[in-house]
């Protein structure tokens, strides 16, 4: 098959695509032709050599993907051949075929087509792990996402506003923040023109946000606290700012603060089971609903992975961008 290749730590230009072997299958794996993959910011951190592969897992990278099983090991009895499906991947989307642990395969929503269902289970597994299962936002509660019109963003706003929060975001562009605006984001906030967290106190009668799903790390951090509300919740899942800082720990004691981080890529297979049905029973229906859309900024055939990475790293996307093999 034909995979794209990181040949050395680097930039864009590293990207290669080449033939390289087909996955082997194990016994609790499915194989899927691959219909499509999506860019994620820790394909471009792996590209320049900071976020290896767990063990035993795919060398290429691929977070997520969406395509038709090919085969299904011996011990898969929920999938079978022919099954249109998408996936959450330790590795190997950028490549034709993948394999992939059958409790990772989602069936594609209804209402979304084969191509488009990568865009999810990255995102989906992701944003429900952090925001609901760990920060628990509940109806009623405000959301701060921070990058708003990014892939994990565009998909937070309408998950959270479909189950009843009112949702504040950051970006970087008035047109980000008008996009987000149209898929339901209730306050948008430009962090380069403006100071999030006084218009968060704004809009919040001095009381603060609850849960704020943050990809910055250190340059955000103290503000971030600044930003809670009682009983908040900070869930940190990046380190676009960096990862080292000074914090005032007051804050922790006065407004009974919770810091958390959770990455997903090193779960075990077990536990990202878990979340991939916990989406399927909570996430699924919005989508089939129409309350939640694939937001797609570009398509690239897999051979222009360096040209997507490019785009990625400009950050002039909205929402996700997909690689069709």
Same mark, same amino acid.
């Given at each position: 098959?034909?995979?794209?290749?990181?040949?050395?730590?680097?930039?864009?230009?590293?990207?290669?695509?080449?033939?390289?072997?087909?996955?082997?299958?194990?016994?609790?794996?499915?194989?899927?032709?691959?219909?499509?993959?999506?860019?994620?910011?820790?394909?471009?951190?792996?590209?320049?050599?900071?976020?290896?592969?767990?063990?035993?897992?795919?060398?290429?990278?691929?977070?997520?993907?969406?395509?038709?099983? $090919?085969?299904?090991?011996?011990? *898969?009895?929920?999938?079978?051949? &022919?099954?249109? #499906?998408?996936?959450? /991947?330790?590795?190997? %989307?950028?490549?034709?075929?993948?394999?992939?642990?059958a409790g990772q395969?989602?069936?594609?929503?209804?209402?979304?087509?084969?191509?488009?269902?990568?865009?999810?289970?990255?995102?989906?597994?992701?944003?429900?792990?952090?925001?609901?299962?760990?920060?628990?936002?509940?109806?009623?509660?405000?959301?701060l996402v921070h990058?708003?019109?990014?892939?994990?963003?565009?998909?937070?706003?309408?998950?959270?506003?479909?189950?009843?929060?009112?949702?504040?975001?950051?970006?970087?562009?008035?047109?980000?923040?008008?996009?987000?605006?149209?898929?339901?984001?209730?306050?948008?906030?430009?962090?380069?023109? $403006?100071?999030?967290?006084?218009? *968060?106190?704004?809009?919040?009668? &001095?009381?603060? #946000?609850?849960?704020? /799903?943050?990809?910055? %790390?250190?340059?955000?951090?103290?503000?971030?606290?600044?930003?809670?509300?009682?009983?908040?919740?900070?869930?940190?899942?990046?380190?676009?700012?960096?990862?080292?800082?000074?914090?005032?720990?007051?804050?922790?004691?006065?407004?009974?603060?919770?810091?958390?981080?959770?990455?997903?890529?090193?779960?075990?297979?077990?536990?990202?089971?878990?979340?991939?049905?916990?989406?399927?029973?909570?996430?699924?229906?919005?989508?089939?609903?129409?309350?939640?859309?694939?937001?797609?900024?570009?398509?690239?055939?897999?051979?222009?992975?360096?040209e997507a990475h490019?785009?990625?790293?400009?950050?002039?996307?909205?929402?996700?961008?997909?690689?069709?093999?």
């Amino acid at each position: 098959m034909k995979a794209i290749v990181i040949t050395t730590p680097g930039g864009p230009e590293v990207l290669q695509l080449q033939d390289v072997d087909d996955p082997e299958l194990k016994d609790d794996e499915v194989l899927i032709k691959v219909e499509a993959t999506a860019l994620n910011r820790a394909d471009t951190i792996q590209r320049q050599g900071s976020y290896p592969p767990p063990k035993g897992a795919s060398p290429y990278p691929g977070l997520e993907c969406s395509g038709t099983i $090919e085969a299904v090991g011996k011990k *898969v009895s929920r999938w079978k051949i &022919g099954d249109q #499906v998408c996936a959450l /991947l330790s590795g190997g %989307g950028y490549a034709e075929k993948v394999a992939v642990p059958a409790g990772q395969v989602l069936p594609v929503p209804p209402g979304v087509s084969l191509k488009d269902a990568a865009s999810f289970p990255e995102v989906a597994c992701t944003v429900w792990s952090t925001i609901f299962m760990m920060s628990h936002l509940s109806e009623g509660e405000t959301l701060l996402v921070h990058g708003g019109s990014s892939g994990i963003g565009t998909f937070a706003i309408q998950i959270a506003k479909y189950r009843g929060s009112k949702v504040f975001v950051t970006a970087g562009s008035e047109e980000k923040l008008a996009f987000c605006k149209d898929i339901g984001a209730d306050v948008g906030i430009n962090y380069k023109t $403006e100071d999030f967290v006084a218009r *968060v106190k704004e809009e919040t009668g &001095g009381q603060g #946000v609850n849960v704020i /799903l943050d990809c910055m %790390g250190a340059s955000y951090y103290q503000r971030n606290l600044e930003s809670l509300s009682v009983d908040g919740r900070l869930f940190i899942i990046g380190f676009l700012g960096g990862t080292s800082t000074e914090a005032d720990l007051r804050a922790f004691l006065a407004k009974r603060l919770t810091v958390q981080g959770a990455g997903l890529r090193n779960r075990s297979p077990e536990n990202k089971a878990v979340i991939v049905n916990e989406v399927e029973n909570n996430v699924w229906p919005a989508i089939a609903a129409g309350k939640v859309k694939p937001v797609v900024y570009k398509y690239f055939p897999l051979s222009e992975a360096a040209e997507a990475h490019r785009l990625m790293e400009s950050s002039k996307h909205i929402g996700k961008i997909l690689l069709l093999p």
